[in-house]
């Protein structure tokens, strides 16, 4: 088939005449993409959409992950940045020890840091260490939002 056979096809497409039934059995390929789809169908854009948001948090959804409970809870206000770092390693180690799936870290918003935010900083550099620290996310508003964090447990 040349270039401009497809061409052709392609411009009768868009006027919406449709492809003789000879030219549709003439080509295998286009046969069996089309006995696939009208066995198989098509995904929605809700159901791609869906389907991406699991992918994106390991096979469960946001909603199923933003509904677990926390099984606990560290408070760093106050803390200094060496501080933060014992606390959030003996708070993991008791996590994992009782078995708990998803816990709430509060760092604060840094509001009375001379720069940048130090707890959140600290949080952030241990969760890519910790090996029992999993997928994690901004707490939601009633939770303290972007001056907490959750995160799910790891054996």
Not at 16 to 25: K, N, Q, T
Not at 134 to 145: L, V
């Amino acid at each position: 088939m040349s270039f401009g056979h497809v061409l052709d096809q392609w411009e009768n497409r868009k006027r919406g005449s449709s492809i003789r039934e000879d030219e549709r059995a003439a080509d295998p390929v286009r046969a069996s993409q089309e006995a696939w789809l009208a066995k198989n169908g098509t995904v929605s854009a809700a159901d791609r959409e869906a389907m991406a948001e699991q992918r994106a948090h390991g096979g469960r959804c946001k909603r199923e992950l933003d509904a677990l409970p926390y099984d606990g809870r560290l408070d760093l206000h106050g803390m200094t940045g060496e501080q933060a770092e014992d606390a959030l390693s003996g708070f993991f180690q008791r996590a994992r020890s009782r078995g708990w799936r998803k816990v709430l870290v509060i760092h604060g918003k840094g509001i009375h840091s001379t720069s940048q935010p130090v707890l959140a900083r600290v949080l952030a550099a241990f969760l890519t260490r910790c090996r029992h620290a999993g997928r994690s996310g901004k707490a939601a508003a009633s939770d303290g939002g972007s001056g907490a964090t959750w995160v799910l447990v790891k054996d």
